[in-house]
T-cell receptor, first 116, second 112 residues
């Protein structure tokens, strides 16, 4: 079974600094996808960024980028120029490819606190 | 316009009762899901439906029964509620294939 590991239960960063949230995964599948979701204190799950295993370039979405190191099986989320509104739980999720239907396996999450 | 909606947002009930949570999506997606988030924030898939057909059932107790009357709706019925069922339940939807899942706002279920 696929396993997703987020080793940082909590992270602190100052406003305007960059922060990296770690995510490693364990799979023998050649085709898969990696997702990051944000869950603010209000509780909703917000999609941030997606990386496919065959994508040649690291995914970027505005201030979010994914540092994808396939050989190391890591997919770290980098948030640049942190804002107070970035304070939230962040979840990494794994999806096996070529199944036709998605089944996301989530990590345990990292709580990010951005201070002024 | 709300993409994925759930009702109710909060549900407080006693052990042994039967309750339902409703989910609707207006995104035209073919696939819908139910996830459970426990008190430690761990999210785990429960069910997935594609075009009204059950495709994923993650060893959830029989007391949980999803029903999809059409591909825009996926309801979750829970019989004989137990204390351990207290959690936040999220509905989500997506297109088939590798694409992001859109989550509903969640339903916080508290069993007393």
């Amino acid at each position: 079974a696929q396993k997703i590991t987020q080793t940082q239960p909590g992270m602190f960063v100052q406003e305007k600094e960059a922060v990296t949230l770690d995510c490693t995964y364990d799979t023998s599948d050649p085709s898969y996808g990696l997702f990051w979701y944000k869950q603010p204190s209000s509780g909703e799950m917000i999609f941030l960024i997606y990386q496919g295993s065959y994508d040649q370039q690291n995914a970027t979405e505005g201030r979010y980028s994914l540092n994808f190191q396939k050989a190391r099986k890591s997919a770290n989320l980098v948030i640049s120029a942190s804002q107070l509104g970035d304070s939230a739980m962040y979840f990494c999720a794994f999806e096996r490819g070529n199944t036709g239907f998605q089944k996301l396996v989530f990590g345990t999450g990292t709580r990010l606190l951005v201070s002024p | 316009d709300t993409a994925v909606s759930q009702t109710p947002k909060y549900l407080v009930t006693q052990m042994g009762n039967d309750k339902s949570i409703k989910c609707e999506q207006n995104l035209g997606h073919d696939t819908m899901y139910w996830y459970k988030q426990d008190s430690k924030k761990f999210l785990k898939i429960m069910f997935s439906y594609n075009n009204k057909e059950l495709i994923i059932n993650e060893t959830v107790p029989n007391r949980f029964s999803p029903k999809s009357p059409d591909k825009a709706h996926l309801n979750l019925h829970i019989n004989s509620l137990e204390l351990g069922d207290s959690a936040v339940y999220f509905c989500a939807s997506s297109q088939a294939g590798p694409s992001e899942q859109y989550f509903g706002p969640g339903t916080r279920l508290t069993v007393t």
